[in-house]
Nanobody, 124 residues
Framework: VQLVESGGGLVQTGGSLRLSCVTSGFRFDDYAVGWFRQAPGKEREAVSCINNFDGNTTYADSVKGRFTISKNVAKNTVDLEMNSLSPGDTARYYC??????????????????WGQGVQVAVSS
């Protein structure tokens, strides 16, 4: 199982970025994939998760209305479109696969395979 993130970078407040997570080594439709982030000195937090079977999604309150998670079944990728970025979104962003296959989509479940992460920095 592999997950590889791309798309991070430096952007000004109010700007946008699109992160992509390319997955391999498992049946894409059977699992949920989530985006998580960790800022320096802070605990890791869930950003958004999607169930690749039915497309159900969840979002952290802090990103609702600004971030959109989506899946591309043909490419086995899960993207995170981030708009109206603010310095509070600065963090390293990771994608991860849920441990248990099926219809679970909650970001609070156990995610057992992780990518290496990409850095997102938002300047004021």
């Amino acid at each position: 199982v592999q997950l590889v993130e791309s798309g991070g970078g430096l952007v000004q407040t109010g700007g946008s970025l699109r992160l992509s997570c390319v997955t391999s080594g498992f049946r894409f439709d059977d699992y949920a994939v989530g985006w998580f982030r960790q800022a320096p000195g802070k605990e890791r937090e869930a950003v958004s998760c999607i169930n690749n079977f039915d497309g159900n999604t969840t979002y952290a309150d802090s990103v609702k209305g600004r971030f959109t998670i989506s899946k591309n079944v043909a490419k086995n990728t899960v993207d995170l479109e981030m708009n109206s970025l603010s310095p509070g979104d600065t963090a390293r962003y990771y994608c991860a696969r849920i441990r248990t296959p099926g219809g679970i989509v909650a970001c609070t479940e156990v995610y057992d395979f992780w990518g290496q992460g990409v850095q997102v920095a938002v300047s004021s």
